[in-house]
């Protein structure tokens, strides 16, 4: 069983940056690859980062390429998310979501452990 939270979501101003943490619990975190997803309103949740267990693999949807960067830091069992340059249309809510396994993916359906959330809001 793995619980994630996470935090430091909040308001910032287009072009501004901000990062976000997701806690996970337990003392197998390195046996896990993990992923970022949001979910604007009205709109389904959809892909947005995910990374390898030991942080060498990483992978991007085409909207956030250059301007997000996913890490992590198996000591203290944190995922973080970057995101720089920010834009109106990243405006969602964000979920870190763990996923047994070697495999880095984009597939929600395969991550077991989900995050509640947390709201990152881009406006002037």
């Known amino acids: 069983q793995l619980q994630l939270v996470e935090s430091g979501g909040g308001l910032v101003q287009p072009g501004g940056s901000l990062s976000v943490s997701c806690a996970a619990s337990?003392?197998?975190?390195?046996?896990?690859?993990m992923g970022w997803f949001r979910q604007a309103p009205g709109k389904e949740r959809v892909f947005v980062a995910a990374?390898?267990?030991?942080?060498?693999?990483?992978k991007y949807t085409d909207s956030v390429k250059g301007r997000f960067t996913i890490s992590r830091d198996n000591a203290q069992n944190t995922v973080y998310l970057q995101m720089n340059s920010l834009k109106p249309e990243d405006t969602a809510v964000y979920y870190c979501?763990?996923?047994?396994?070697?495999?880095?993916?984009?597939?929600?359906?395969?991550?077991?452990?989900w995050g509640q959330g947390t709201q990152v809001t881009v406006s002037s």
């Open positions: 337990g003392r197998t975190f390195s046996s896990y690859a």
């Open positions: 979501a763990a996923r047994w396994g070697p495999v880095v993916t984009s597939e929600g359906g395969l991550y077991a452990y």
């Open positions: 990374i390898g267990r030991n942080g060498g693999s990483t």
